[in-house]
């Protein structure tokens, strides 16, 4: 496993991230969870994302009675605020920022966390509001540093500003979906970030599954796949037959390179450097071992132009 530094930070976390959403605390039974995180560590991963809203609250719970096992400066631990609360409790004011901090943290079990990061761009409250809450909580030591999720290149260049001009807690860390199938970050987040020492860590570097190339065009997805249960909201943009079939051409090049499919998908991502980590999720051990194994794959140019060719 590789490593990279994480913006203007001195955090280093593995080139793959493990992932909470939808697994953890959720759908999978406990015993199969924690045997996902035991082999997130014996490949070397030591960056976990999870959120506060993820499964309500469960999966900050359940990595809150695995994570500290382990010593804590063996991962860096990631989390979340904005999204509504089972309560009803949502948003970046000052007021929920520190109260979710409290609530997160007394999940996790933990007494800090290294990042917390804005989980969406909260048009509700002012952007100082909610930089000088993230601020006191890194004064007050329950986060190291402080991300965001979702934001654009806009919204990320004020937040930059603002922290310049009153002293805020810097932002180091930036969290879009970016993969092959989705590039948009490429035209403001990336380069908004690049230009002020802020590195990307990834969601959906695989496009929820669709470019390990288990989908096939043409056929039925199998019932207990995640394109069966989604393929009508969040996923439907990925599964026509067009862009299944491109997906499947991908992998006479990853054959050639000795690479699963998935494993090329994840190196494309991994090859741009302002890309600290890639988050992965898994609901079996075996998956996590082959995501694992595109950490410091090179892929040379010719490589890269072929597997644009396809997508284009």
């Not at 937040?159 to 092959?180: M, W």
Request: aromatic share 8%.
């Amino acid at each position: 496993m590789n490593y990279r530094r994480l913006g203007d930070s001195d955090l280093r976390v593995s080139e793959i991230c493990l992932g909470s959403w939808l697994t953890y605390g959720g759908a999978l039974e406990k015993s199969e969870a924690e045997a996902c995180v035991d082999a997130a560590f014996d490949a070397g991963i030591n960056f976990i994302d999870t959120a506060n809203v993820y499964s309500g609250g469960r999966a900050e719970e359940f990595l809150g009675e695995v994570l500290p096992r382990r010593r804590r400066d063996s991962y860096v631990l990631a989390t979340k605020v904005f999204g509504e609360m089972p309560d009803g409790d949502r948003g970046l004011s000052r007021a929920q920022i520190l109260k979710q901090i409290d609530g997160s943290l007394t999940r996790l079990r933990a007494e800090y966390v290294d990042l917390y990061q804005c989980h969406a761009y909260d048009r509700d409250v002012p952007l100082e509001e909610t930089l000088e809450a993230l601020t006191d909580v890194v004064r007050a030591g329950k986060a190291r540093y402080i991300g965001v999720s979702n934001w654009n290149g806009k919204q990320i260049r004020d937040g930059v500003r603002l922290a310049r001009e009153h002293g805020f807690a810097k932002i180091v860390s930036s969290q879009p979906e970016y993969s092959l199938l989705h590039r948009r970050p490429e035209r403001g987040i990336m380069p908004a970030s690049a230009a002020n020492g802020i590195s990307q860590i990834v969601w959906s570097p695989l496009a929820q599954g669709v470019l390990t190339g288990k989908y096939m065009p043409g056929q039925a997805f199998e019932a207990t796949t995640r394109a069966a249960a989604r393929g009508d909201g969040f996923m439907s943009r990925y599964l026509g037959d067009d862009v299944l079939a491109r997906v499947q051409r991908l992998r006479p090049i990853a054959g050639g390179l000795g690479l699963t499919t998935g494993q090329l998908s994840l190196a494309w991502v991994l090859r741009d450097e302002r890309v600290a980590s890639a988050i992965v999720g898994a609901s079996r051990p075996e998956q996590i071992a082959e995501n694992a194994g595109a950490s410091g794959v090179d892929l040379d140019d010719a490589t890269v132009n072929a597997i644009e060719a396809v997508l284009a």
